[in-house]
């Protein structure tokens, strides 16, 4: 944007500032004190007048035009003074602007310095040293304790726990065993892995994890284009005031006066510092808001859409209940559903062989197990003989038994399995995905930052898309949807001129998360498709976050507008305080100095963190 080294421009401004008024007090002072001040506004405001000279050739018209004339007035009405301080300010103005910027910026600062950086390859035994992004798919890699796992991969020999904290926000380690996928960035820490890698170390998770925030910070939200439009009506509103300013005293240094209080640079810098400020606090909190379009999208949503599995609710199946149709205790029946389960791969089975453990159940290992994938296992537990699986499985393994089944299958609803044994047990194990936890805590906080309403979309079957909206107090529901009528959904709540929020974690979601005003992502799954689709994406899996989001964009888009807001008022008061000579143009440049000072200042509280969280416990 700036071809001249700006950073210095301040400092010379300042230092002949002070020079001069140091030779004051030398014989002929004045005389020497004001051949400095010359000098240094030709050295300083020849660069800014003609940076600005050449955005006007470029057909750009911004408020640095009144800088210019400002610069420019100073030099011919011996202003010196003023024309320094006039150059200080805009020039200590960026200064402070790239200061701000970069501090903003210091979320994605740190995940790139923290971003994996070598591995070790293994070749027939032998280990070499490679950069990171020498990784390709399919090399095997050795991972020490302690070391960065380089990129994303499976594990395929060794054991040890990874701290995925810096990814997932999870504080508790990950135990990873041969088949464990494993993400870049991850901390190894106390046995040595090697792994396979599935993709390269710059398309794996931690990188694009960066440049979803890098994306983000280079963004322009359209607030800020909003800022530049009024600083472009601001200079010719300030031309009319030094025109008025003319008329009514013919005083070409109240015209002076006018023209270096009206440099509106917080017009300009306050709307990018607060936003850039708001997405770096968002990064802080997990949350990587991919631009600044989406964190002021944020601060105006009216409506929110949810998908059930994986997002409302953990997106695992767990036991539900067990049902016996004559009165066996349903630990008995779990306990003996688990001991042949356990030659099963299914995943039901691990969920049958879990529950029991989490109950602490005692249960023996089956004999003679059979297992016929996807349909169901049978094996022996003592005397016993017990089959668990679909109905047809049962029906054709315990025959004896198919009446009875029948009469048990009327009632039954969902995703379920049934035990049957050859001493006549026979029950049902019924399955449910089960609600995330503290649920109530993110719609409690929806209320109270007035989104209106909260839909309920899924591709699930509508009687138990109803119990769980039921259970959430959601009346607006829909089941047995897929992914276009998701988009048509959330298109027809847009189309009726409402902002809607789509929070989803699936690949199915991704049109839905693209169609809305703001679509938000669990980055833990769906892969990369939906991540790219929306416009926020969790890095915790927990939607509870989106309740923060939402509160982080409308005080970031609140610091903002206030920001602005302080600014003209600031300058239209000195600007009419000058035309009526109650300036003089240094009080007036010293008056838009510490005007600028003070709003880019107060921009930078979207950073801060500000007021407590809007969701906890």
Not at 290 to 315: C, M, P, Q, S, Y
Not at 568 to 585: D, E, F, K, Q, R
Request: net charge negative; charged share 20%; hydrophobic share 50%.
């Amino acid at each position: 944007m700036r071809s001249f080294p700006i950073p210095r421009l301040p400092l010379v401004a300042l230092l002949c500032l002070t020079v001069g008024a140091l030779l004051s007090w030398l014989p002929d002072g004045e005389l020497w004190r004001t051949r400095v001040w010359y000098a240094g506004l030709i050295a300083t405001g020849i660069p800014v007048s003609w940076k600005t000279l050449r955005g006007m050739f470029d057909g750009e018209f911004a408020s640095d035009v009144v800088a210019m004339l400002a610069i420019v007035g100073a030099i011919g009405l011996q202003q010196p003074l003023a024309g320094l301080v006039v150059v200080l300010m805009q020039t200590g103005g960026e200064a402070l602007e790239t200061y701000a910027v970069a501090r903003a910026s210091s979320a994605v600062e740190a995940l790139e310095a923290d971003a994996p950086r070598h591995a070790h390859r293994l070749v027939e035994s032998t280990v070499t040293d490679i950069d990171a992004t020498a990784i390709v798919p399919g090399d095997m890699l050795l991972v020490r304790p302690g070391e960065l796992v380089p990129c994303d991969a499976t594990v395929l020999s060794g054991t040890s726990h990874v701290d995925t904290s810096r990814l997932t926000g999870e504080p508790v380690p990950v135990k990873a065993v041969p088949g464990t996928i494993l993400l870049s960035g991850s901390v190894n820490q106390e046995g040595a892995l090697t792994v396979h890698a599935v993709r390269a170390s710059q398309d794996s998770q931690y990188a694009r994890i960066v440049e979803l925030v890098r994306s983000a910070q280079a963004s322009k939200s359209p607030l800020q284009r909003a800022a530049d439009r009024i600083a472009v009506w601001f200079t010719p509103l300030t031309l009319l005031v030094c025109a008025v300013a003319w008329v009514i005293s013919h005083d070409v240094a109240r015209v002076l006066a006018v023209l270096v209080v009206a440099t509106p640079c917080p017009l300009i810098l306050a709307a990018p510092v607060a936003i850039i400020g708001g997405i770096n606090r968002a990064a802080k909190r997990a949350i990587i808001v991919r631009n600044g379009g989406a964190l002021e999208a944020l601060a105006h949503v009216e409506i929110a859409v949810f998908d059930k599995t994986g997002t409302l609710t953990i997106g695992k199946p767990r036991v539900h209940q067990i049902v016996s149709d004559d009165g066996v205790s349903s630990d008995e029946m779990l306990s003996l559903a688990a001991a042949v389960e356990q030659g099963s791969g299914h995943l039901l089975a691990r969920v049958v062989v879990a529950e029991a453990d989490a109950r602490q159940l005692r249960v023996t290992l089956g004999t003679e197990l059979r297992d016929t994938p996807g349909r169901g296992v049978i094996g022996r537990v003592g005397d016993v003989t017990v089959s668990v699986g679909s109905p047809d499985f049962v029906r054709e393994t315990m025959p004896q038994l198919s009446a009875r089944l029948d009469q048990m299958e009327l009632d039954a609803d969902g995703l379920r399995a049934y035990m049957g044994s050859s001493s006549g047990l026979l029950g049902r194990i019924e399955f449910a995905d089960e609600l995330r936890e503290d649920l109530h805590l993110l719609f409690a906080a929806f209320e109270r930052l007035g989104i209106r309403e909260s839909h309920l979309l899924s591709g699930d079957r509508t009687a138990n898309v109803a119990k769980i909206a039921a259970q959430l107090g959601i009346t607006r529901y829909a089941g047995d949807l897929s992914a276009e009528d998701k988009v048509r959904r959330v298109q027809a709540m847009e189309a009726g001129g409402t902002r809607v929020l789509m929070v989803g974690d699936g690949t199915n979601d991704a049109p839905a998360l693209s169609a809305a005003s703001v679509g938000v992502a669990l980055a833990g799954h769906g892969g990369g498709v939906v991540a790219e689709a929306a416009d926020v994406v969790l890095l915790i899996d927990d939607p509870t976050r989106v309740a923060e989001a939402v509160q982080i964009g409308r005080r970031a888009l609140t610091i903002a507008r206030q920001s602005i807001g302080v600014g003209i008022g600031l300058s239209l008061i000195g600007m009419v305080l000058a035309a009526l000579g109650y300036l003089t143009p240094v009080a007036g440049a010293l008056a838009q100095e510490a005007i600028d000072i003070a709003v880019i200042l107060n921009a930078l509280r979207a950073s801060w963190a500000g007021a407590a969280p809007t969701v906890s416990v």
